[in-house]
């Protein structure tokens, strides 16, 4: 199926189209490359993917907010304490 591509990269997804998989307004896409060209694949509402997931353990972060550097020193520590039964 031919479509046009407008001055913003955009095009649009025919209606017939649309309806069979579910396009809606406001709904996402996964633009897939591939070696022989793109994909178009739907993200339902349903899909499990990262973006989907982003924030659902916020409502049980408690105390303070972590930084850079105390995600860095607990990753060391957590790797000096691994490895010592290695090295020892």
């Keep these: 199926m031919l479509a046009k591509v407008f001055n913003k990269g955009q095009v649009v ?3 017939r189209m649309r309806k069979k998989y ?7 896409v996964n633009i897939i ?8 694949v739907p993200l339902n ?16 972060a408690v105390g303070e907010r ?4 105390s995600i860095g ?8 304490e691994s490895v010592k ?3 020892y």
């Design 13 to 15: 997804i025919p209606v």
């Design 22 to 28: 579910k396009i809606n307004i406001g709904d996402s």
């Design 33 to 40: 490359e591939e070696d022989d060209g793109i994909k178009i």
């Design 45 to 60: 509402s349903d899909d499990d993917s990262v973006e989907s997931l982003a924030g659902i353990f916020s409502k049980y």
């Design 66 to 69: 972590i930084d850079e550097k």
């Design 73 to 80: 020193e607990a990753t060391e520590k957590y790797f000096v």
């Design 85 to 87: 039964d290695e090295i």
